[in-house]
Structure formats: C-alpha cells, structure tokens
C-alpha cells in the first residue's frame, strides 16, 4: 500500500524560500528578557508584522503567483481575504506586471481596504454574514477570466508560508515547541511541514480565538467542522471552517489547538507596544496570547513563536487597547 503524497512537504518549502529570496524580507527574530522570565522559557518571536504588506501572507502569495504562466498572468489575478491575503496578492501582481481583482468583506478595516487598493488592486465587496466569499470570487474569476489564489487552499501558498518557520529554525535552531496563531490553517500547515520534516520531536501548537474554534473542534471530531461566522477582534482567524488540503496537513503534524479569548489578545497587544515595542494585529497576538496566559501547558526551554501580522490603523489599535484597560 503507497502512501498518499502529502499536498507540501519540506522541498516545497526550500523551493518557496529560494523563490522568494530577495524578494520577502527575512524577518527579525525577537528576544525579551521580561518575556522570558514571565513565561519561564526561552521565547524567539519571529516578527512577520515586520514582512512586506505587514503580514506572512506575502510569502505564499507571491510563492504561488511566480509560477503562474506569462499567458495566465496576462489574464490577471483573483483572489478573496479579510485583508492580509488581499493586500499580499495586489503587491505579487504589481511586482509580477499583471492586475489583480480582490473580494473583500464590506465590514474589513479601511485600512486594509486602503493598502489593498494602493497596491492597486480592484476590491469588490461582499457580506461575509450571508455570502461565501469563495463561492463569489470563483464566479468572478470565471467570469472575467482570472486565475485564482486562494489564501490557504494551495500547495503553493502552504509551502510559502512554511518558510517562516524555516528561517525560524534556521537561525535559532532546535525548538521545543512552535506557537502558530490558526486561521485558514495555511501557516501553521506550511510550519509544521517545516519544523517536524527539520526536527521531528518539536511541538506546534495551534492557537485560535474563543470564537473562531473550527480546527480545535475538527481535530477533536477527526473531521473538518463547520461553525457560524466567529465574532472576534481577530478578523484574519474569522474562519467557518478548515480548509480541506491544511486540514490534512494538520490532523496529522499538529499537536494541540489552544483558545484565547478577545481580552487576553488585547492584553497581548499591550504588552507587544510596551514591552517589546512592536506593534501587532489582533490575529498575529494570539499565539503571544496564549503563551503569556499559560496556555501551551507547562512550558518547555526553547519555544518559537510566530507573530503573523501588524496591520492595524492607529484608530483601531487605540480602540482596541482602551477597551480593555
């Protein structure tokens, strides 16, 4: 009996990172003496909040529409996101000389809609609460004749964001464990692949809004689970359900799916701003979240943690902190 081949693997991911050298930032990798001493543990934060567009998403955009074809890039681009994956398929297409057309909720923060339309994208809107957003951008790519990116569903979006925790790893070595904030399930798929096909004995851990815990409850059923649409200050983790190819990835390399709640997200944000002096968006502090709150179990000596993203305007973060002081 053959094994089935999984959708990314570990030469997928050095592929995506030779493709994207040059082109992505190597991000920072973070180190606090307050933090580890609060959480007992050496804590390496991998700072995509720092990464072109401000979040991981650039990597696995531009990773899969680099191999597109000059006849598709021609036809242009499509693809549907709450923000990140849409600002990070708009700047691929300008950097790759094609257009790109986004769908976008009507509820997303001006800023994200501003940013995606700056890199020059077309948005059209939909209502999250009563529309699938991949059902309409399918038949606005096959109506106009785009090639669509999905923002997790894809080998090659999974194995661009897998370098994340490949730099990681690169450049602090052997882990214990792996905190990775969970939303479509495309980050933490690509970084399992990554950091379990480098060091087999690492622990990721998947880190989800109270609200928004589709994979926890997929993973615990076996079986991809649907939820109502999450109502959570982490809009980039507002997912229904688990994608089909990462949740096969994930049934099988991911150890644990942990919640936090909206006010220890907020509080994680604080602390970034006051202690670490970073900024970052609610879904890229939930794995901080997590750790700071005790959520990981007890913890290990070396643990990597990825802050996924930073896009927050100066309004929102301000609303944001001031609710929960």
Do not use: W
């Not at 979240?289 to 990981?296: P, Y």
């Amino acid at each position: 009996m053959t094994t089935p081949t999984p959708p990314v693997t570990l030469d997928d991911i050095h592929d995506a990172a030779a493709r994207l050298k040059g082109v992505a930032h190597r991000t920072p990798v973070l180190r606090s003496r307050t933090l580890d001493a609060r959480v007992g543990a050496e804590v390496f934060l991998k700072c995509e909040n720092l990464q072109r567009i401000g979040a991981f998403k650039f990597r696995g955009a531009y990773n899969a529409a680099s191999r597109l074809t000059p006849e598709q890039l021609s036809r242009g681009i499509a693809a549907y996101s709450s923000g990140n994956h849409a600002q990070a398929v708009a700047l691929s297409a300008r950097e790759l000389g094609t257009t790109a057309v986004i769908v976008m909720p009507e509820d997303t923060p001006r800023s994200k809609l501003a940013a995606t339309v700056g890199y020059g994208a077309q948005i059209v809107t939909y209502d999250r609460y009563t529309e699938n957003r991949a059902d309409v951008a399918e038949a606005l790519a096959a109506e106009r004749g785009l090639v669509l990116i999905p923002p997790y569903e894809h080998r090659h979006v999974m194995a661009g964001q897998g370098t994340v925790a490949l730099e990681l790893l690169e450049e602090v070595g052997e882990l214990d464990a792996l905190v990775v904030p969970v939303g479509g399930g495309g980050l933490i798929a690509g970084s399992a692949t990554a950091a379990k096909g480098l060091y087999p004995g690492v622990r990721v851990i998947g880190v989800e809004p109270e609200a928004g815990d589709d994979t926890r409850r997929s993973l615990a059923a076996g079986r991809r689970v649907s939820i109502r649409v999450p109502h959570t200050i982490a809009d980039g983790q507002a997912a229904e359900t688990p994608g089909e190819l990462t949740f096969s990835v994930n049934r099988r390399l991911v150890d644990d799916i942990v919640l936090v709640s909206d006010d220890e997200i907020r509080d994680a944000m604080r602390f970034a701003f006051e202690r670490l002096k970073t900024v970052v968006e609610p879904s890229g502090a939930t794995p901080l979240a997590a750790l700071l709150n005790g959520r990981t179990g007890a913890p290990p000596r070396r643990i990597g943690v990825i802050l996924s993203g930073g896009n927050i305007d100066t309004a929102r973060f301000a609303g944001l902190l001031g609710e929960g002081a």
